[in-house]
């Protein structure tokens, strides 16, 4: 039996977008992209020689943001919220049952430091929080 699925794609759209503008702040050097880089292990020199081929990078994040709206918006439905506080009730369960424990494994087997798992764990929770109301609201 399957189940009827309705997606608003301008919604999956601008919750990716905004997905992509929050991450885009969120390690950037005016919030938290020093304390990433330093806790990941990373330097400057590492991240200056990177940059030359950002654009396909940036073109895969925002599809995997686009991919994660998209499912985002399944549950959104398949729940029924309506409301802006019920889309990030999903957002948050899709969080702690998906993202904190898969991001986990960070520290447990990569030895990452723990603020790195705090700094990519809070900004996965504050996205999802925010795709979840903009999915909900705008179904």
């Known amino acids: 039996m399957a189940i009827e699925v ?4 301008l919604a999956v759209l601008v919750a990716a977008i905004i997905s992509m503008i929050l991450g885009a702040l969120w390690y950037s050097p005016l919030l938290f ?11 400057k020199e590492f991240m200056e020689k990177h940059k030359k081929g950002m654009s396909w990078r940036y073109l ?10 998209y499912v985002l ?4 439905d398949y729940t029924g919220s309506t409301t802006f506080l019920l ?7 899709i969080w702690l049952g998906f993202f904190v424990p898969v991001l986990l494994g960070s520290i447990l087997w990569e030895g990452k430091k ?9 900004y996965h929770f504050i996205s999802l929080l925010i795709m979840g109301g903009i999915l909900a609201v705008w179904q």
């Open 6 to 9: 309705s997606i608003n794609y």
């Open 60 to 69: 895969f994040a925002f599809l995997g943001s686009l991919l994660m709206a």
């Open 87 to 93: 889309g990030m009730t999903n957002g948050f369960w």
């Open 114 to 122: 723990l603020v790195f798992y705090f700094i990519n764990i809070t």
């Open 73 to 76: 918006a399944h549950f959104v």
């Open 33 to 43: 992209g020093n304390a990433w880089m330093k806790s990941a292990g990373l330097t």
